[in-house]
């Protein structure tokens, strides 16, 4: 390649402007990317990166939104993603597409079979599969089922699978929001490796360590415009740069300043605590925890992937995980049994999950409804509900939390990552709990919504109630909590006070007890 010659656009989208009912989602975006190049979409939630990257794939079909794109040349009119994949533009979503019960093969070739049209080519199948797994650096058998690797190996066989499909360019929206720290580096080398082969990629993402790392170019998104876009050649792309340009200041703190306010009172007590898988019930997943949170604290539970953290939590939580589980619980030095989850909530006891689009909310059910959930009877009379009151109830809540909707009445679905997440807290925090178990609560959400979701944890803990914090992001770990437990394999292996902890300190417990089973 000689040095002058100039780089091909691959894509270019012009005035792209896309509205929902009560909300302009994008005004006015340009976005272009080169051939060969890793360009990186960041933003605020609700900035509009996915909704620009559903655009380009025809998720949202030509005509329900104003603009032009333009793609390898030639104006593209996409109608469905068919239309997009077609021509090599192959979108990876944050929720994996992968059928658990399928090979990898079947699954790489789903609605992409090989053979003739009543005849798929077996051999043919996982002899491709063979070659695109080894391209993209995993030694699996094509033959394994899916639901026997793990979510980092599931996120390479999606990328397999886009290369099956002639990917030239890939988008990949929050690759790596529910990877481990090794997982997210063999992922972005991978990236890397694949560009040097020609692969055009965009990624979206909130881990603007990893944006620095592999991006060339950055482009970033406020309020559904286009803010600018940054050179790694030519501008400075630190994280405190790319912060200043999504939230349009500069965020020199991250996490909150508080006044500690932990008191010496005890305010749950989990002890000897065993809890077994649910269909392997020979397998162990929590096994013999003692911890305990006082009022007023954050207490951190730290730990990689599959430590045996959530389902923990969810086993305190009324049992709503789990089989032959064992141990005892003592709230305010009190023994109690929570059999099940109205138990613990009539316990003042609440665990905000981390799934908030499976488990948490009710994506077709408005705000409105979606509040008051876990604590309909002080919105009901005699089983009857009283709407005035609950509308009352989740504006209350909105104003409390900033959540950025129209109105209460708005379907939770139409909402951004982190005002969903608002409004999952709100539901708990209704349901006036002493004790508030968090489950990754900033998991796929910007740094400006976390902030804000940092001052709510703050406020929480001031009024006297405990916060238990789950949270695979060390920094926060360390940003938010007084105490620190440290998870690894079911069992707590380390236990340090945050003011002494570092990010290398919580690793090494981590990795010394990972490496004595070897």
Known sequence: MGGTKLAKILLEMKKITKTFPGVKALDNVNFQVEEGEIHALVGENGAGKS???????????????EGEIVYDGEVCKFNKIKDSEAKGIV????????????????????????????????????????????????????????KDIGVGKQQLVE??????????????????????????????ELLLKLKEKGLTSVIIS???????????????LRDGTTIETLDKKKDDISESRIIKGMVGRELSDRFPKREKCVS???????????????????RKVVD??????????????????????????MSVFGRSYGEKISGQVIMDGKPVLLRNVQQAIENKLA????????????????????????????VSKNGVINKVKEYEVASDYREKLKTKCPSVEQNVGNLSGGNQQKVLLAKWMFADPEVLILDEPTRGIDVG??????????????????????????????????????????????????????????????????NKGE
């Not at 909704?51 to 939104?65: A, D, E, K, Q, R």
């Not at 007590?269 to 898988?277: F, G, P, S």
């Not at 925890?289 to 604290?297: A, D, L, R, T, W």
Request: proline share 3%; aromatic share 6%; charged share 20%.
């Open 51 to 65: 909704t620009l990257m559903n655009v380009l794939s025809g998720i949202y079909p030509f005509g329900s939104y």
């Open 91 to 146: 979108i990876i979503h944050q929720e994996l597409a992968l059928v658990p019960y399928m090979t990898i093969a079947e699954n790489m070739f789903l609605g992409n079979e090989r053979g003739k049209k009543f005849k798929i080519n077996w051999n043919e199948t996982n002899d491709r599969a063979a070659e695109l797994l080894k391209t993209v650096g995993l030694k699996e058998n094509p033959r394994v089922l899916i």
């Open 159 to 188: 990328i397999a699978k886009a290369l099956a499909k002639n990917a030239k360019l890939l988008i990949l929206d929050e690759p790596t929001a529910s990877l481990n720290e090794d997982d997210s580096k063999a992922l972005l």
């Open 206 to 220: 909130h881990k603007l360590n990893e944006i620095s790392y592999v991006a060339d170019k950055i482009t970033v």
């Open 264 to 282: 010496d009172e005890i305010k749950l007590e989990v002890k000897n605590w065993n809890v077994y898988h649910p269909v392997y019930m020979e």
């Open 288 to 313: 013999n925890v003692n911890i305990h949170v006082k009022k007023g604290e954050v207490l951190g539970i730290s730990g990689l992937m599959g430590a045996g953290r959530t389902e923990l939590a």
């Open 351 to 378: 665990y905000v999950t981390e799934d908030r689009k499976g488990n948490g909310l009710i994506l077709s059910n408005p705000i409105r409804v979606n509040t008051t959930l876990a604590n309909l009877s002080a």
């Open 449 to 514: 919504a976390k902030y804000e979701i940092y001052c709510i944890i703050n406020q929480l803990v001031a009024e006297g109630k405990s916060v238990i914090m789950i949270s695979s992001e060390l920094p926060e770990i360390l940003g938010m909590c007084d105490r620190i437990y440290v998870m690894n394999e079911g069992k707590i292996v380390g236990e340090m006070d945050a003011a002494q902890a570092t990010q290398e300190s919580i690793m090494s417990y981590i990795l010394q007890t990972g």
